[in-house]
């Protein structure tokens, strides 16, 4: 079983949308829709793993300029009530924070507070090989810092969620658990390993610079200067309606008895996940977070190359997968995903189409399901060299030119 806030790899969704309109669409033009044929074969690919997961409800948009634009809801945003998922709901967005968080520690790059290169034991003490760790392995997760959710940790980590969702955590709680404890995975800067704790351990150093939340430097540095109105790092386990329940069938254990019991997740402490997994946005702020991401908006040019040095991620060599400094690539994508136990998101840019794609579902996956996204997995996408998928994939037939 794995704790993970975000698999190694976008969802084959993501892939298979992005196939279907760079194969099906020819005339369309701007913001305005596909040509019939292409929504119907996105309407189908999008049934087809909601039916294959068992997910309740989904938000999905994609984007190319020049082509066409499609945004749609399907599916229900509450089981219990019946109500109907909407374009503008919030989720959980798991992992995707850590580009959050990311940017927040290169902008302070920027601003010369923090140094890239630094040891981690300049920022916090107590840290096992601290000093042999650097900042830009944190980011990239090639320190090998033993986090909290792995290892001896995990089923001692796991059985506390389970038993108390609620609990609000304190993340140095999370250092005590991991990296003070606990010597690395590896020696620092020899592999890669992703890394919850290592998150939790740059927003630790954001605060400690700057003096501030690191709540208060994304909504300062992030949300503020790009009108991001419905997303923040919450500080209480409720989310502002309107927004999709999240579920899963995940009780502490993966178990096969467990898999079409949909268990409403939604109000997690709301400290859990922080500077890893904790944040909540809508579409449309993903949307316009993908490309300011992907492009640097908000970092100087040379801290931009910086974060676009890419890993190669171990095993993700069919769909072409690096990590950068909080950020995936991924045969020509660039962004990232989460899967914070309750929810599935996705926000990636493609920068030759100029083309964003979002995609927001509310069922947590695993493994009983299939559904941990890793590079073995059958996917496709027509504008990125990746593997075929095999004729037992829902969506096959679906991804070619009629």
């Known amino acids: 079983m794995r704790t993970r806030l975000c698999r190694h790899l976008a969802p084959p969704l993501v892939m298979v949308l992005l196939l279907a309109t760079a194969l099906t669409c020819s005339s369309c033009g701007g913001e305005q829709p596909f040509?019939?044929?292409?929504?119907?074969?996105?309407?189908?690919?999008?049934?087809?793993?909601?039916?294959?997961?068992?997910?309740?409800?989904?938000?999905?948009?994609?984007?190319?300029?020049?082509?066409?634009?499609?945004?749609?809801?399907?599916?229900?945003?509450?089981?219990?009530?019946?109500?109907?998922?909407?374009?503008?709901?919030?989720?959980?967005?798991?992992?995707?924070?850590?580009?959050?968080?990311?940017?927040?520690?290169?902008?302070?790059?920027?601003?010369?507070?923090?140094?890239?290169?630094?040891?981690?034991?300049?920022?916090?003490?107590?840290?096992?090989?601290?000093?042999?760790?650097?900042?830009?392995?944190?980011?990239n997760h090639t320190s090998g810092m033993y986090s909290h959710d792995e290892g001896e940790n995990e089923a001692v980590f796991n059985a506390a969620i389970v038993a108390e969702p609620g609990r609000d955590w304190d993340p140095e709680e999370f250092m005590d658990m991991g990296p003070r404890s606990n010597d690395p995975f590896f020696e620092p800067g020899t592999e890669w390993r992703y890394s919850n704790g290592a998150y939790m351990a740059l927003g630790l150093i954001v605060e400690k610079v700057t003096g501030d939340t690191l709540e208060e430097q994304i909504e300062e540095k992030i949300i503020d200067p790009?009108?991001?109105?419905?997303?923040?790092?919450?500080?209480?386990?409720?989310?502002?309606?309107?927004?999709?329940?999240?579920?899963?069938?995940?009780t502490g254990a993966w178990e096969e008895k467990n898999r079409d019991r949909l268990i409403d997740w939604t109000e997690l402490g709301p400290g859990w996940a922080w500077a890893a997994g904790g944040m909540v946005s809508d579409m449309e702020d993903m949307k316009t977070w993908a490309k300011a991401l992907a492009t640097g908006e908000l970092l100087s040019e040379k801290t931009q190359e910086e974060r676009l040095e890419w890993i190669d991620v171990p095993g993700g060599e069919t769909l072409g997968a690096k990590?950068?400094?909080?950020?995936?690539?991924?045969?020509g994508l660039i962004g990232h995903d989460g899967d914070p136990l309750a929810y599935n998101c996705a926000t990636y840019y493609y920068p030759e189409q100029d083309a964003t794609i979002v995609v927001m579902y509310n069922k947590g996956m695993n493994e009983v399901d299939g559904q941990y996204f890793s590079a073995d997995m059958p996917t496709v996408m027509g504008i990125a060299t990746l593997t075929m998928p095999d004729e037992n994939w829902p969506w096959m037939g679906l991804t070619s030119n009629p």
């Open 35 to 139: 040509a019939s044929a292409t929504v119907k074969k996105l309407n189908q690919l999008v049934d087809a793993i909601m039916k294959q997961a068992n997910i309740p409800g989904v938000v999905v948009g994609v984007w190319v300029p020049g082509e066409g634009a499609w945004v749609e809801a399907k599916g229900k945003a509450d089981v219990e009530t019946g109500e109907e998922m909407g374009t503008d709901y919030k989720f959980r967005i798991g992992s995707i924070t850590k580009t959050f968080t990311a940017t927040v520690v290169l902008q302070l790059v920027d601003e010369g507070r923090i140094g890239l290169d630094d040891p981690v034991s300049k920022y916090l003490e107590g840290i096992r090989r601290g000093e042999d760790m650097t900042v830009r392995q944190l980011l």
């Open 226 to 250: 790009l009108g991001l109105e419905n997303t923040s790092l919450p500080d209480t386990a409720e989310i502002t309606p309107p927004f999709a329940h999240g579920y899963t069938t995940w």
């Open 323 to 331: 990590y950068g400094l909080g950020i995936y690539y991924l045969g």
